[in-house]
């Protein structure tokens, strides 16, 4: 284990300062700016934890900037999605319509039809009524 100062950088990683001049932060190296020289003293200066922050901000904001560009992309498509259902919204208020027409236009030849049916069947009551009448009055006539 090594004995130089402990410090957690951005990340909640703790860090050995002495024996480190390239530190792991989740997938990416910091390099600390540590000469072979400063690494033999036993506690790292001021100017390093310095030049160490500046390094930890400078990652955080391209990651942020990473982050901003995939959020953009991720607005741009929810966008494109957003404007694909409008569009199979309209389509299907067209269709809709069109569907309520051809019913009322259905319901119309219906009605007809059987508007015209019903006046055959009364006429075809009628006739067979004349008939039947008619019949009572022959077999009225001819003995059986």
Do not use: Y
Request: hydrophobic share 35%; proline share 1%.
């Amino acid at each position: 284990m090594t004995s130089g100062p402990k410090i957690l950088d951005g990340f909640g990683i703790l860090c050995h300062l002495k024996d480190a001049s390239i530190i792991n932060v989740g997938n990416r190296k910091l390099s600390m700016g540590i000469r072979k020289e400063d690494t033999k003293k036993d506690s790292a200066t001021k100017k390093d934890l310095q030049n160490f922050q500046e390094e930890i901000i400078h990652q955080f904001h391209l990651i942020s900037e990473g982050l901003i560009d995939q959020i953009k992309l991720l607005a741009e498509g929810h966008t494109g999605i957003i404007q694909k259902l409008d569009r199979v919204e309209t389509r299907l208020d067209q269709m809709e319509k069109e569907n309520e027409r051809q019913h009322l236009e259905t319901r119309a030849l219906v009605k007809l039809s059987f508007s015209e049916l019903d006046k055959r069947l009364s006429n075809l009551e009628s006739q067979v009524r004349e008939i039947q009448e008619w019949k009572k009055q022959v077999e009225a006539r001819l003995p059986i």
